[in-house]
């Protein structure tokens, strides 16, 4: 999974492509598109500290072929008719094309470097946030996450996880966000401290964006970009399939075929 920043902007990079009248509907939904372009991770940040149902939940799902998951949501789309939904699995979409364009280099970048998967994303988005001139030891990752009852209902039927479960996902996702922000020094070695003591230093520390570009990532960042831009266009078309499908009961590409790793 790129990590949030890189969903998030492939996302507004998809929407600015998308013809009217469907820009239109994502544009007023986007609060459930925007979450949507989070996909499975949200459960990660159910209790990440142990491995939850619901955290698990998250883990099978990206296992799982993509298909298996669309297939079920429009089943439910097609007895709610309800738009913000629909924005919410167009978000998902274009999170799915990402992953499952970037993990396989990101398997690689792994084996060849030894730098942890969680590092390699928090390095994509460094990169991007420089691109974009934005502040990658300062900039607030989730504020387009709208938690509320609206977002909360909307989200919930796509889910084999209960609507306080979901709500302790996206509430978890907004503090850790904001508390692994740590430009100062103090708060970085606390961090780090607390990590170490508690055995989980390997497994989190690539949350935390580096001072400098980890120069073993920077060599591959080319690359990344590349299935990047790629996945905009093909985020594109997978959404007019999946409209293709809604419409005149078509099978989705081949495409969904994959998983998200």
Not at 105 to 118: C, D, L, P, R
Request: hydrophobic letters at 35%; proline letters at 4%.
């Amino acid at each position: 999974m790129p990590a949030a920043y890189s969903h998030y902007r492939l996302g507004q990079l998809v929407l600015d492509k998308l013809n009217q009248p469907l820009k239109r509907v994502l544009e007023t939904n986007q609060d459930l598109f925007d979450i949507g372009l989070h996909g499975p991770d949200i459960l990660f940040y159910n209790r990440p500290y142990i491995h939850s149902k619901i955290n698990r939940l998250g883990s099978a799902m990206h296992k799982e072929r993509a298909d298996i998951f669309f297939y079920q949501a429009l089943e439910i789309l097609k007895e709610t008719k309800s738009a913000p939904q629909f924005a919410y699995l167009c978000g998902f979409i274009c999170h799915y094309i990402l992953d499952s364009n970037c993990h396989p280099y990101i398997n690689t970048i792994i084996k060849e470097t030894g730098v942890t998967h969680f590092e390699i994303e928090t390095e994509l988005d460094r990169y991007f946030m420089v691109k974009d001139r934005l502040d990658p030891l300062r900039t607030k990752l989730t504020d387009h996450i709208k938690v509320n009852d609206h977002t909360l209902n909307n989200i919930e039927p796509y889910f084999k996880a209960t609507k306080k479960e979901l709500y302790k996902s996206l509430k978890g996702m907004k503090f850790y966000d904001r508390l692994l922000l740590a430009p100062q020094f103090y708060k970085r070695g606390l961090i780090y401290l607390v990590l170490k003591i508690t055995f989980t230093y390997k497994r989190f520390q690539g949350f935390v964006v580096n001072y400098r570009p980890n120069k073993l990532v920077d060599p591959y960042l080319e690359k990344l970009e590349s299935l990047f831009n790629q996945s905009i266009s093909e985020s594109y078309e997978a959404i007019y399939n999946f409209i293709d499908v809604i419409k005149y009961d078509r099978s989705l590409s081949y495409r969904f075929e994959h998983n998200f790793k």
